[in-house]
């Protein structure tokens, strides 16, 4: 019993418009998230990476002053970035190849640790945000509530949007604040003003569709563990049906023959390789002969399907 | 049936217009009627909604909020159209779930302040609000602890604070004292009423315990089989068909039986052994006076009998049982 028993008051204040609602239901679902350790975790381990393109825009800038640097730039561009062509560029006129150095360090930052960071996390969160609530039954909760399908819908995805923005799109913005900061000179926003939007468009592109695939699996089961295995088996299966695709023609025809391997041409059946097309696109860097809009095409009916899918299942749980 | 009006202490007038008025409402599952062509119209005031399991009761609750899809059937809902404005409708009305439904991780606390935000109150208003209605609801410190670990009991008290934050004025009630003690369900009972009358709120009580609704209820809607089967206020429903009188006599009473008998009464014998006197009003209780001193038998109770809720459910439940 409370010191001062008010007992039951009337509430007569103003209410929120009912748009921002969902924002509830998403600080919720960040609130539950946050209090995870494992997850926590994960984040502060998915920030490390930043350090290496950081790392990377600062020698590309120390070596067009300073040989060493510009030696070392040289054997990185030729070696882990497979990118001969730049290599040669940094040796002629190195301040013509900065847009592209400075993209495709940040592309490599995007494509590798943080599309990895994205798969674990998004494992970890999305089966725990609508498989639970209907386990619960907690969706009578929200239902009973003047809270439309497409914002509850709306207010989860912000809870998968927020981790994936934390992890990609803000450490993609601090590696280009730090390029900047890093270097010489301040001039070098003048050629780079770019990159910030491509890496917002590059978030968009990878936050959208995998947010719809992550929320449409949590909305198939009331056992989140199913919906954890489907997730991890769409990015590992469709990996390995990549690889095993571009692979046996190479070794069909022998290694001096592998550069006439289409690769591209079987990368929608990997979401890893759709997205990284799309990201390379975005990014300015896409050297493919292939055009990049199937698999535009294919991000966009995942995450149209995806939404719809989820509120076909929300809406067969009200129209029982 | 219309019902009268009843006035509420502490000059809370309750509203003249209906708060629900349901037309033709039938709802299928798979060709099976939960509820064949229900018409209602309750007013203000604390209404049960009694009937036997699987009568239609929830899917009737639910279908006025929307989480059932209706096949047929139009009507009002505190003067909003229903269903096209159902959304508007859950605005204003506070849901206690009969299923035992929770936000898995949250504290009782987050869980009371978070209904408050989805139904428009502010954040800060939201906890502070939910703080009230959770000492209001004798939750106590408990709100402090995650859902999941709380007892049937405090799950009831919990969706009782959820249902009541937003400040609604109708609230519909599934089961509300289901797995609460003995005093916690007296205490329930007396928020119900605490909230009716000295605050006005209209309230839909569905329960399966008759003492529950006649401890608190102002009318009733028995349910059986998807069908309205009884909708009455209470008083209404006590009164015997025919002016009746049950009388407990002491001495020989099988004397006392056979001169009422001659003298035209129809008499039955109640399980309890007191005589239940049909047919005879008020004015005519001299008679039994006298009746009693020719047989040599003393009188010792006499009252006007009443029809007993439990007996008016079963009457309406086995009435709807197919023959």
């Given at each position: 019993?409370?010191?001062?028993d008010?007992?039951?008051?009337?509430?007569?204040?103003?209410?929120?418009?009912?748009?921002i609602?969902?924002?509830?239901?998403a600080r919720?679902?960040i609130?539950?998230?946050w209090?995870?350790?494992?997850?926590?975790?994960?984040l502060?381990?998915?920030?490390?990476?930043?350090?290496?393109?950081?790392?990377g825009?600062?020698?590309?800038?120390q070596?067009?002053?300073?040989?060493?640097?510009?030696?070392?730039?040289v054997?990185?561009l030729?070696?882990p970035?497979?990118?001969?062509?730049l290599?040669?560029?940094?040796?002629?006129?190195?301040?013509s190849?900065?847009?592209?150095?400075w993209?495709?360090?940040?592309?490599?930052?995007?494509?590798?640790?943080q599309?990895?960071?994205?798969?674990?996390?998004?494992?970890?969160?999305?089966?725990l945000?609508i498989?639970?609530?209907?386990?619960s039954?907690?969706?009578l909760?929200?239902?009973?509530?003047?809270?439309?399908?497409?914002e509850?819908i709306?207010?989860?995805?912000?809870?998968?949007?927020?981790?994936?923005?934390?992890?990609?799109?803000?450490?993609?913005?601090?590696?280009?604040?730090?390029?900047?900061?890093?270097?010489?000179?301040?001039?070098?926003?003048?050629?780079?003003?770019?990159?910030?939007?491509?890496?917002?468009?590059?978030?968009?592109?990878?936050?959208?569709?995998?947010?719809a695939?992550?929320?449409?699996?949590?909305?198939?089961?009331?056992?989140?563990?199913?919906?954890?295995?489907?997730?991890?088996a769409?990015?590992?299966?469709?990996?390995?049906?990549?690889?095993?695709?571009?692979?046996?023609?190479r070794m069909?025809?022998?290694?001096?023959?592998a550069?006439?391997?289409d690769?591209?041409?079987?990368?929608?059946?990997?979401?890893?390789?759709?997205?990284g097309?799309?990201?390379?696109?975005?990014?300015?860097?896409?050297t493919?002969?292939?055009s990049v809009?199937p698999?535009?095409?294919i991000?966009?009916?995942?995450?149209?399907?995806?939404?719809?899918?989820?509120?076909?299942?929300?809406i067969?749980?009200?129209?029982? | 049936?219309?019902?009268?009006?009843?006035?509420?202490?502490?000059?809370?007038?309750?509203?003249?217009?209906?708060?629900?008025?349901?037309?033709?409402?039938?709802?299928?599952?798979?060709?099976?009627?939960?509820?064949?062509?229900v018409?209602?119209?309750i007013?203000?005031?604390?209404?049960?909604?009694?009937?036997?399991?699987?009568?239609g009761?929830?899917t009737?609750?639910?279908?006025?909020?929307?989480?059932?899809?209706?096949?047929?059937?139009?009507?009002t809902?505190?003067?909003?159209?229903?269903?096209?404005?159902?959304?508007?409708i859950r605005?204003?009305?506070?849901?206690?779930?009969?299923?035992?439904?929770?936000?898995?991780?949250?504290?009782?606390?987050?869980?009371?302040a978070?209904?408050?935000?989805?139904?428009?109150?502010?954040?800060?208003?939201?906890?502070?609000?939910?703080?009230?209605?959770?000492?209001?609801?004798?939750?106590g410190?408990?709100?402090?602890?995650?859902?999941?670990?709380?007892?049937?009991?405090?799950?009831?008290?919990?969706?009782?604070?959820q249902?009541?934050?937003?400040?609604?004025?109708?609230l519909?009630?599934?089961?509300?004292?289901?797995g609460?003690?003995?005093?916690?369900?007296?205490?329930?009972?007396r928020?119900?009423r605490?909230?009716a009358?000295?605050?006005?709120?209209?309230?839909?009580?569905?329960?399966?315990i008759?003492?529950?609704?006649?401890?608190?209820?102002?009318?009733?809607?028995i349910?059986?089989?998807?069908?309205?089967?009884?909708?009455?206020?209470?008083?209404?429903?006590s009164?015997?068909?025919?002016?009746?009188l049950?009388?407990?006599v002491?001495?020989?009473k099988?004397?006392f039986?056979?001169?009422?008998?001659e003298?035209?009464?129809?008499v039955?014998?109640?399980?309890?052994?007191a005589?239940?006197?049909?047919?005879?009003?008020?004015d005519?209780?001299?008679?039994?006076?006298e009746?009693?001193a020719?047989?040599?038998?003393s009188i010792?109770?006499?009252?006007?009998?009443?029809?007993?809720?439990e007996?008016?459910?079963?009457?309406?439940?086995?009435?709807?049982?197919?023959?």
């Amino acid at each position: 019993m409370p010191v001062h028993d008010l007992g039951y008051r009337n509430w007569g204040g103003k209410r929120n418009h009912h748009l921002i609602r969902p924002l509830f239901v998403a600080r919720s679902g960040i609130t539950l998230i946050w209090r995870r350790r494992m997850l926590k975790l994960l984040l502060l381990v998915a920030w490390l990476p930043i350090a290496i393109p950081a790392i990377g825009i600062f020698c590309f800038e120390q070596g067009l002053t300073d040989e060493s640097y510009r030696r070392f730039i040289v054997q990185t561009l030729r070696g882990p970035m497979e990118r001969p062509d730049l290599a040669m560029q940094m040796l002629e006129d190195p301040v013509s190849i900065r847009h592209e150095v400075w993209s495709a360090l940040i592309l490599g930052f995007f494509r590798v640790p943080q599309l990895y960071s994205m798969v674990l996390l998004i494992g970890l969160i999305a089966p725990l945000l609508i498989s639970y609530d209907l386990r619960s039954k907690a969706y009578l909760q929200y239902f009973s509530r003047p809270l439309s399908t497409n914002e509850y819908i709306v207010g989860k995805s912000a809870v998968i949007w927020f981790f994936l923005g934390m992890i990609t799109t803000l450490p993609g913005l601090v590696v280009y604040l730090l390029g900047v900061l890093l270097s010489p000179e301040l001039s070098v926003v003048s050629t780079t003003w770019d990159i910030p939007l491509r890496i917002l468009m590059a978030s968009v592109a990878l936050i959208i569709p995998t947010t719809a695939l992550a929320i449409s699996y949590s909305a198939c089961t009331v056992e989140n563990r199913y919906a954890s295995f489907a997730w991890f088996a769409t990015w590992i299966m469709g990996s390995v049906a990549y690889q095993i695709l571009t692979n046996i023609p190479r070794m069909g025809r022998g290694r001096r023959n592998a550069i006439d391997v289409d690769t591209e041409r079987w990368l929608l059946v990997s979401p890893y390789h759709t997205l990284g097309k799309v990201e390379t696109w975005i990014f300015g860097l896409d050297t493919g002969e292939s055009s990049v809009w199937p698999a535009v095409f294919i991000l966009i009916a995942i995450s149209v399907i995806g939404t719809l899918f989820v509120r076909s299942r929300l809406i067969a749980r009200l129209s029982v | 049936m219309k019902l009268t009006t009843r006035l509420h202490p502490n000059n809370v007038e309750p509203t003249l217009s209906s708060i629900i008025s349901l037309s033709g409402v039938t709802k299928l599952y798979s060709g099976f009627r939960a509820l064949d062509d229900v018409s209602l119209e309750i007013e203000s005031g604390i209404t049960g909604l009694l009937g036997p399991n699987g009568s239609g009761k929830s899917t009737l609750i639910k279908s006025l909020l929307g989480l059932v899809r209706n096949q047929q059937g139009t009507g009002t809902v505190l003067n909003l159209q229903w269903p096209n404005q159902v959304r508007e409708i859950r605005d204003r009305v506070g849901y206690l779930p009969e299923d035992d439904c929770y936000i898995a991780g949250l504290t009782g606390i987050e869980a009371v302040a978070f209904m408050a935000n989805l139904s428009g109150l502010p954040k800060t208003e939201g906890l502070r609000r939910a703080h009230e209605i959770t000492d209001f609801c004798d939750i106590g410190e408990e709100k402090y602890r995650s859902v999941e670990a709380y007892s049937t009991g405090m799950r009831q008290k919990l969706k009782f604070a959820q249902a009541l934050v937003h400040d609604p004025p109708f609230l519909i009630l599934d089961e509300p004292t289901t797995g609460l003690d003995p005093d916690q369900r007296e205490a329930m009972l007396r928020r119900i009423r605490t909230l009716a009358r000295d605050h006005g709120k209209s309230i839909l009580l569905s329960t399966h315990i008759l003492p529950d609704v006649k401890a608190v209820c102002d009318q009733v809607v028995i349910l059986a089989r998807g069908k309205v089967r009884v909708f009455d206020s209470i008083k209404n429903l006590s009164k015997p068909a025919e002016p009746t009188l049950n009388v407990m006599v002491y001495g020989d009473k099988d004397a006392f039986l056979s001169e009422l008998t001659e003298e035209g009464y129809t008499v039955t014998t109640k399980a309890d052994g007191a005589l239940k006197i049909i047919g005879i009003s008020t004015d005519q209780v001299s008679s039994i006076w006298e009746i009693a001193a020719s047989t040599g038998t003393s009188i010792r109770r006499l009252a006007p009998a009443q029809n007993s809720l439990e007996e008016i459910f079963f009457q309406a439940v086995s009435a709807s049982e197919p023959r």
